[in-house]
T-cell receptor, first 110, second 118 residues
Framework: QSALTQPASVSGSPGQSITISCTGT?????????VSWYQQHPGKAPKLMIY???DRPSGVSNRFSGSKSGNTASLTISGLQAEDEADYYC??????????FGGGTKLTVL | EVQLVESGGGLVQPGGSLRLSCAVS????????MHWVRQAPGKGLVWVSH??????????ADSMKGRFSISRDNAKNTLYLQMNSLRVEDTAVYYC???FGAGRFDPWGQGTLVTVSS
């Protein structure tokens, strides 16, 4: 049950687009379409942003989108805004009836 | 309104035990899988355990197997995590979250802090 691999940090200017990658293995990301993404502001509980690789819950801005290719999933945020600055985590269902999270990515809006 | 409220955290010595609770409201508790996820200070999220709606199926992260036990009381709308043989590295905020199908952990509670220290 190794953690999924995410970049430690990414940054972008307001209005730009950024992409956060989430790399797993044949036992998790590439095997199942149960990849989701969470946003966490300091001192707050995580919030669901994307589920089932690319579906967006109601109420989440359409600036957030998800995709997957092989064992790597990605979260793209377009039209960056100051309030997007947060930590982002991916997670995937994994073989053996378990779940695994990524190590997290700190997004800085310059 | 869907709400999840964790409780039971606190300071415990290494080797000790603690039972966390997660009281839920606003949805039919017995219809959903439930999860525990933890976050050590300044670190990332780590999945701990999950349990099916009827309590018949549970899973654990390898590092918690044999020490942690998840359970639920559907009559009381409450999820539990029994933690035994606690280690310093178990220090974390523990969150409960509803498993809302298709891999969704939604929503999350506000978390309860467990500190393991002598």
């Amino acid at each position: 049950q190794s953690a999924l691999t995410q970049p430690a940090s990414v940054s972008g200017s307001p209005g730009q687009s950024i992409t956060i990658s989430c790399t797993g293995t044949s036992s998790d990301v590439s095997a199942y379409n149960y990849v989701s993404w969470y946003q966490q502001h300091p001192g707050k509980a995580p919030k669901l942003m994307i589920y089932a690789v690319s579906d967006r819950p109601s109420g989440v801005s359409n600036r957030f989108s998800g995709s997957k290719s092989g064992n790597t999933a990605s979260l793209t945020i377009s039209g960056l805004q100051a309030e997007d600055e947060a930590d982002y985590y991916c997670t995937s269902y994994a073989s053996g009836n378990t779940w695994v999270f990524g190590g997290g990515t700190k997004l800085t809006v310059l | 309104e869907v709400q999840l409220v964790e409780s039971g955290g606190g300071l415990v010595q290494p080797g000790g035990s603690l039972r966390l609770s997660c009281a839920v409201s606003g949805f039919t508790f017995s219809s959903y899988w439930m999860h525990w996820v933890r976050q050590a200070p300044g670190k990332g999220l780590v999945w701990v355990s999950h349990i099916s709606g009827d309590g018949s199926n549970a899973g654990y992260a390898d590092s918690m197997k044999g020490r942690f036990s998840i359970s639920r009381d559907n009559a009381k709308n409450t999820l539990y995590l029994q933690m035994n043989s606690l280690r310093v590295e178990d220090t974390a905020v523990y969150y409960c979250a509803r498993g809302f199908g298709a891999g969704r952990f939604d929503p999350w509670g506000q978390g309860t802090l467990v500190t393991v220290s002598s």
